[in-house]
């Protein structure tokens, strides 16, 4: 990531919106972790954030607008102070 892109990472704000525990979005997202029906780990500029449930689905994921939108049950959303120690699942794809 370029340094351009890491401050603007670094100036968007973090916001979470879950509606009806059913539809969550989130902004300020730099990458993904790992993600499956029961969990999604993400990294955002406030550390990690584990977003728990069943039948969780990624909908829609940009990592250059730090936006990232999960649907399914979401039952719990836990922050970690853990900031990123490499490049997350999809920075490993898309080298």
Same mark, same amino acid.
């Given at each position: 990531?370029?340094?351009?892109? &890491?401050?603007?990472?670094?100036?968007? #704000?973090? !916001?979470?919106?879950?509606?009806?525990?059913?539809?969550?979005?989130?902004?300020?997202?730099?990458?993904?972790?790992?993600?499956?029906?029961?969990?999604?780990?993400?990294?955002?500029?406030? %550390?990690?954030?584990?977003?728990? %449930?069943?039948?969780?689905?990624? !909908?829609?994921? !940009?990592?250059?607008?730090?936006?990232?939108?999960?649907? +399914?049950?979401?039952?719990?959303?836990?922050?970690?102070? &853990?900031? #990123?120690?490499?490049?997350?699942?999809? +920075?490993?794809?898309?080298?």
């Amino acid at each position: 990531m370029a340094i351009q892109e &890491e401050r603007m990472m670094q100036s968007l #704000p973090q !916001n979470l919106s879950l509606e009806d525990r059913k539809h969550l979005s989130v902004t300020g997202v730099s990458d993904v972790d790992s993600f499956d029906e029961q969990s999604v780990t993400v990294y955002t500029q406030l %550390g990690e954030l584990s977003i728990r %449930g069943t039948d969780l689905h990624i !909908n829609a994921l !940009n990592v250059e607008t730090g936006e990232l939108v999960v649907d +399914g049950q979401i039952d719990a959303l836990i922050y970690t102070r &853990e900031q #990123p120690k490499s490049s997350g699942f999809f +920075g490993r794809v898309f080298r």
